[in-house]
């Protein structure tokens, strides 16, 4: 049984017709990555997957939930599958114990001491054991962001998605953020990443998909998808990007 399954997905915004028939099967443990030019649809798809997008057509399963189900349901999914943005959106006023601990104690009503033990040991998970106690304005972005990812994780995720989580940072913080989810996905944690990190998605991610237009131009294994692409598409994109 894959964890994810996308079937023949279609997506519009009014009359821009965003994802045109998109089907992907990811196994557990596999690392997907998607890439893709601005505008591609790459975001539209990953947000469709967590219910932030409503599919206009199609069937999208994911970790054991369908989408389509009412509210109740759609909580449950979320619990399931965890979404980190470029943006980490912290709780500024909150400590980043407790930015971890708040889903966990008000979504699945973990007890305090319990919420506080997961939150320590997801910190650890991403190298910030030190920082329980400091508020996200006393940490660098790329800290910051390896929080949101602990925070997410607080959840017990089956799957992660992640959204361009690098691309606001200088490329010493993105490393260590890349490290991260290098280790998560060692850990056989099943993931879909939208990434600009060729390098990254080429070492990581056992299946790249590049995303042209609204549809899937081009799958494969990652190291065959980058050193023999197959449309010109994929060549253009390739090229310009490294
Ligand atoms: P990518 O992540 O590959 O850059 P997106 O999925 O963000 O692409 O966007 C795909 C297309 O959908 C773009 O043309 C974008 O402007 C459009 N789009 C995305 N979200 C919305 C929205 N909420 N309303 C209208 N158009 C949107
Ligand atoms: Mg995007």
Redesign the pocket.
Known sequence: MPEVVVENVHKS??A?E?LKGVSLSVGRGEVFALI??????????L?CMNGL?KINSGRIEIAGHALGGDAKALRKLRTDVGIVFQSYNLFPHLTVGENIMLAPRIVKDVAKPKAREVAREVLQLVGLSEKFDSYPDQLSGGQQQRVAIARSLAMRPKVMLF?EVTSALDPELTEEVLMVMEQLARDGMTMIL?THEMGFARRVATQTIF?HK?KIWERGPSATLFADPQTPELRQFVKSDV
């Open positions: 915004f009014g821009l965003v893709g030019r601005s505008g591609s649809g790459k975001s539209t798809l947000r997008e959204d939208v995303m609204g």
